[in-house]
């Protein structure tokens, strides 16, 4: 029996070892995931603000439909992660369809926030095993703010010349008719792990 335990905790010491150094590696991403999510935001509100001041909801529109994947983009690049945006309704399915890991914490984020937690604060990540390997993934909520609903409100809420150019450009947009405070969508980024 001896023998026994003089193998068996050494081992037992070194799993549990070992998987503190896991969570804490995937902490330490959550951390680094987080606060590049926070800058995209940052950086995409300075821009939508300025844009909002200079040219109205119709010019801001440039800067979700265009900006906004260039900046995900360079991220991506600077990171080697994929750093993209995902919505619960969607206004163009080529850059903003969540795939399956995506919709099951968009549907984790509906059900804290019917829980009143702050949408504003919420995020999650794991890591998961894909077909193509293994990956971190991380989202952080985005909730809807007063200059969203120029473009994504009521459809009272939304002017005339912008509603033209939404139908012009997304004849098929599922991303109106939010509310202040609702679940929009979240910043996603995945990670490849070795």
């Known amino acids: 029996m001896r023998r026994f335990l003089a193998w068996v905790v050494p081992l037992f ?3 549990l ?7 804490a590696a995937d902490a330490a991403r959550g951390q680094q995931a987080a ?25 801001a529109m440039d800067v979700c439909s265009k900006l906004a994947p260039r900046i995900a983009g360079r991220i991506s690049r600077e990171t080697g992660w994929k750093v993209t945006r995902v919505g619960t309704r969607v206004r163009n399915p080529l850059l903003g369809m969540p795939d399956a890991w995506e919709q099951k914490v ?7 926030a019917a829980r009143g937690e702050s949408i504003d604060q919420m995020s999650y ?12 993934r991380y989202m952080k909520a985005i909730d809807v703010k007063p200059p969203c609903l120029a473009c ?4 009272a809420q939304i002017a005339p010349g912008v509603r033209a150019i939404l139908k012009e450009r997304y004849p098929k947009d599922k991303a109106t008719g939010y509310r202040l405070g609702e679940l929009r969508g ?4 995945k990670e ?3």
């Not at 990540?125 to 971190?136: H, I, L, M, S």
């Open 13 to 15: 010491v070194c799993v």
């Open 106 to 112: 968009l549907e984790m984020f509906q059900e804290r």
């Open 152 to 155: 994504h409100g009521s459809e």
């Open 35 to 59: 606060q590049t999510a926070r800058g995209f935001i940052k950086e995409l509100a300075h821009a939508l603000r300025n844009e909002m001041a200079a040219g109205g909801p119709s010019g």
């Open 125 to 136: 990540f794991e890591v998961v095993t894909e077909p193509d390997g293994k990956f971190f």
């Open 186 to 189: 979240a910043i996603s980024i």
């Open 192 to 194: 490849p792990l070795q």
């Open 17 to 23: 070892m070992f998987s503190g150094v896991g969570f």
